[in-house]
């Protein structure tokens, strides 16, 4: 079992929908990141959470440290959200682990 | 653009032989993280430096190696390469200044290493 999973590995929206990516882990951690990586490569990183709920625009990320789970959420999709949503959760010793990231394409 | 420079943006090379890759971090950050990407193993952390030490280590095989510098930019060394050493390598840094393990993750754009 990977130490990192998230879910769905793909989705597919509708222009406007709402969209939710669950990323579920094994280990404790000190952080969490949800990171966005568009098709030429790039990686941005989104939030860094360690408790709590953060909201950037159009982008909210929770965390429930003692479930060990984490989401991101996207209001009002739009086609250039498509990317790949990757969670990666620093284990204290600071390893960052990864997880396979979701596949997200909005159509318009 | 997030700050950091990554050079070379692609490289193209034979398995046996020896690349280096460059970081810069941003301006400040005193933490610099490399990051593997391949196609079957996604992202893997290999090592992080901070403020000119070696940090943490991931899976980084032996024929990898990295340090950095005291004007804080880095170098990952990957010698007797083989095809599965191809993938994108990142680099990333974070300003720590509450310590070694704390701090925003700022990506450079990526070396895509080809070898053949």
């Known amino acids: 079992k990977n130490e990192v999973e998230q879910s769905p590995q793909n989705l597919t929206a509708q222009e406007g929908e709402f969209i939710t990516i669950n990323c579920s882990y094994s280990?404790?951690?000190?952080?969490l990141h949800w990171l966005q990586q568009h098709p030429g490569g790039g990686i941005v990183s989104l939030f860094m959470l360690s408790s709590g709920k953060k909201k950037h625009g159009r982008l909210i990320a929770t965390i429930n440290i003692q479930e060990k789970h984490s989401s991101l959420h996207i209001t009002a999709s739009h086609p250039r959200d498509s990317a790949v949503y990757i969670c990666a959760v620093k284990e204290y010793g600071n390893k960052l682990v990864f997880g396979a990231g979701t596949i997200l394409r909005v159509k318009s | 653009d997030s700050g950091v420079t990554q050079t070379p943006k692609h490289l193209i090379t034979a398995t046996g032989q020896r690349v280096t890759l460059r970081c810069s971090p941003r301006s400040g950050d005193l933490s610099v993280y490399w990051y593997q990407q391949s196609l079957d193993q996604g992202l893997q952390f290999l090592i992080q430096y901070y403020n000119g030490e070696e940090r943490a280590k991931g899976n980084i095989l032996e024929r990898f190696s990295a340090q950095q510098f005291p004007d804080l930019h880095s170098e990952l060394n990957l010698s007797s390469l083989e095809l599965g050493d191809s993938a994108l390598y990142f680099c990333?840094?974070?300003?720590?200044?509450?310590?070694?393990?704390?701090?925003?993750?700022?990506f450079g754009e990526g070396s895509r290493l080809t070898v053949l």
């Open positions: 990333a840094s974070s300003a720590n200044r509450q310590g070694p393990d704390t701090g925003e993750l700022f």
């Open positions: 280990v404790g951690i000190s952080a």
